[in-house]
Structure formats: C-alpha cells, structure tokens
C-alpha cells in the first residue's frame, strides 16, 4: 500500500472555496472528469450529506493496459459531509471500476486555516493497493504519481473556479434586479462557457500546469 | 459537467444551477430547508436511475449506509 498526503492554503475564506467545490467540474486542469452525478442528497442535523458518482477517465501508459485492461472510463463513488456551523467540509473517494486489482482511496478535508480563518486549509490523503497483479509494486508507484499530479491540476483547477465565482458575484452585485430565472440561465450559460473553453485550452494549459507544479 | 446519461444533462444542468444557488443563498446561510430544488431533484435522480441500469453501474457496490458517520469505513473491495 501506498500513502500520500497533501496540504494546500487557499486565500480564499471557507464559504467560498465551499461554493467552488461543488462547480469544481468542468475546469480547464481536470479535463479527465467527464461527469459527475447526484445519486443521493440530504440535510440531517444542519449537515448536508451528498453521495455523487464520479466518472473519469485515467491515462495510465500502455503498458498497464495489459494488466488492468484499458479502462476507458473510470467510476468512483464520492461521500461528502458539509458542516457550516463547524464550518467543515469532507469528502472521501474510493473508485470502483478497478475494484478488482486496484483500490484508491481519497479523503480531502476543507478546514478554516487554524491560524488565519480567513483562508481555507485543504488536506488531501490517498492511499493506493494494488494485488494480484505482476508489479504491483510498480502500478502502486505510477497511480500514486498520478494522483498526485492530478491533485496539482486539481488545485489549480479550483483557484479557477473560484475566480469565477467571483466574478459572478460581481456581475450579480450590478445587476441585482435579476431574477432568479436569469441566475439560473447566466449559471446554465456559463457552465457551457467552461466546458467550451475547458476543452480548447485543456492541453495548453496542463502543459503548463506541469510546468509550475512542485510536488 | 455531463451526466452519465446522455438524456439526463438538460436535468442536471438545471438541478445544479438550483442547488448551487440554494447552498450559497441559504443553506451557508443557515437555512436548512432543502424544499428549494427538491422537484427538480426528484426527476433528475428518476433519470440517473435509469441511466445507472441501463449501464449496469451497480448500485449494490457504492450502498453503504453513511448516516452512521463513519467515515473510515471501507466498501469491501477484494473480490479476487
């Protein structure tokens, strides 16, 4: 098994980064999330309780494909608490198309900064098993390198999303007259924008990411 | 963002502009009442369903109870 463990700072303070969270996908860094569904949600006790299916797809090289077969497409099963009088927000992944040779599991926490509230405190860990296939030892190593890189893109990916919102709230703050109807519509329009824009810079900016990232 | 349904997105789109709404607005607000989205949400998971099934994602597999809290619970994974 393999563990892997990851903090970042976002200046940004809980509530948002919240908000972003949810509209993480689609962003121009994660173009491997291709689709994301609401199987189950609920508030009990002030919490809301969300479990999601999370389709992806995983560009692992080619000699893998032999061992774990091709897997074009990838689902996990996502578990999310959000807490706002704790001001908390979990959410725990475990993926379930390579059940049978590979098990990922993801946890990442949205925590106030213990020591400046006005930011946000993002913890990540993933643990990765591979059995029952030849070098095993091997996958272990290259799906704990792809997490982590994706968990780079991941972050940048939200800072984008953020950035979008705010700008959103902006352009809500000029027009308040808007109804709610054209929220919805600006909102609607703008995820179109993402996916749009997502799939037109999506290489220009990963190989950028690459580059910036230091992990 | 897709949904894993084709005939779905037009649902989700709208499902998740109401909730994103719905979460800034009131529920960070304080206010628990998820009435808000609730008929959309209702025909939206009808289309999920279905689109589950027809793509044999099993359900069984992701079912755990988690109103239990747990979080360090593990879904049984080794089948081999």
Partial sequence: ?215 | MNSLGEDCNELKRKYDACFNLWFSERFLKGDNDDSMCAPIFKVYQECVKKAMEEQKIELREIEADYSTGDYNEKPEHSKS
């Avoid at chain 1, 463990?5 to 993480?24: D, G, I, L, Y």
């Avoid at chain 1, 569904?37 to 999370?54: A, N, Q």
């Avoid at chain 1, 098990?103 to 020591?115: A, W």
Wanted: aromatic residues 6%; hydrophobic residues 35%; proline residues 5%.
């Fill in chain 1, 1 to 215: 098994m393999k563990i892997w463990t990851s903090e970042h700072t976002f200046n940004h303070p809980w509530e948002t980064v919240a908000q972003a969270a949810w509209r993480k996908y689609p962003n121009p860094m994660t173009p491997s999330i291709i689709g994301t569904d609401v199987v189950e949600r609920k508030v009990v006790d002030g919490v809301l309780h969300t479990h999601r299916l999370v389709q992806s797809k995983w560009y692992l090289p080619k000699w893998t494909h032999k061992i774990i077969g091709t897997a074009k497409s990838c689902f996990a099963s996502e578990r999310s608490v959000v807490d706002p009088s704790k001001r908390q927000m979990i959410l725990k992944t475990v993926n379930l198309t390579f059940c049978r040779h590979i098990s990922v599991d993801e946890i990442i926490y949205y925590e106030p900064h213990p020591k400046d509230p006005t930011k946000t405190l993002l913890r990540q860990e993933a643990s990765v098993t591979v059995h029952g296939v030849p070098l095993s030892h091997y996958m272990e190593d290259m799906v704990t390198s792809n997490i982590s890189m994706n968990a780079g893109k991941g972050r940048l990916g939200l800072e984008w999303v953020i950035g979008r919102i705010n700008a959103e709230v902006k352009g809500i703050a000029e027009t308040a007259a808007k109804s709610t109807d054209d929220l919805i519509m600006t909102t609607r329009r703008s995820l179109d924008d993402m996916t749009e824009s997502a799939r037109k810079s999506m290489d220009e900016i990963s190989a950028q990411a690459a580059k910036h990232m230091h992990i």
